[in-house]
């Protein structure tokens, strides 16, 4: 685990800090609204999710701009990358990749702590709402832009009463590079 | 000893069979937190019986003394800024100590009459100030509703049992 460890820490030094609870409140803030706008939590974790898809594909570049990774040649390490590197890096916290399935292309990521849910308790009449689904779409976002389509879902949720936060992170296909032009163009 | 072991002992038994005065077991009745318009946001008892209606009427008459505390400050000028207010006023069988946030947020505490410690009410307060604003920080509290947070019950209980057993020097 050393060498990917490292990394992490690294990438987490070189970039600039927010306030956590600053943070934590501003997501707090977005989530609430969008209770307000939408009104049916479905809907809600829906919009949390192409958010976070909106930020991802855009955070893709400026992770791997920062962070110096190689390139991976399978979706272990991809795996790995993201709770390792990606996790530290932008949110502070390692994740712990585990529950591989036979072929490799579904894992869990697994959060001990999470800093988007600091003071946060649902309401009752919130019960269905995934309160960090947007990290779902980043995750998705930013595969889908090297060419990875995946399914991001959680499985256990701490906000709703199981002991950690795990998502299922399932790849779909790979996406063939596909060029603008036209060949007989 | 006594004293620390007696606050591990649930709200009701201990307190209601001791009554005041007896043998130096501090007992927290009741913690209450009034908003910026004297609306109640918090009040829980911690004797077994069932006595909310009492203490609602005692943290209403505690609210004037607020008022006057702050109107008119003491002789020495550190009191102008202070968040404890200290004794507000002694009843029958309690005493009523309060503790103003800058954001006119009023904690009232309501102890059995016994003596009790400067440090160890400004240590419980300041604890329970930090409970407050956890749970004011949840984006699903409506600033100005009551408090409904399960996890802030459960620490405003750990806060009050802990209460008065800081380690004697």
Redesign the interface.
Known sequence: MAPAMRPGDAAFAAVEHVNAELFTLTYGAIVRQLLTDFEEVEQVNKQLDAMGYNIGIRLIDDFLAKSNVTRCSEFRETADVIAKVGFKMLLGVTATVSNWNNDSTECSLILEENPLVDFVELPETCQGLHYCNILCGVIRGALEMVSMRTEVKWVRDMLRGDDAYEMRLKMLDQIPEAYPYKDDE | MFAIIDNLLPGGAAGASSGGGGGGSIMIVCVAIVGQQNNPLYLQSFTGADEALKFHYIVHCSLDVFDEKVSNPKKAGANLNDTFLGLLYPTEDYKVFGYLTNTKIKFILVTSDQDLREIDLRNFFSQFHGAYV??A????HVPGKRI????FADRVSTIVKSFGSTPQP
Do not use: K, L, T
């Open positions: 956890d749970a920080s949840n984006p699903f409904i947070s399960p996890a």
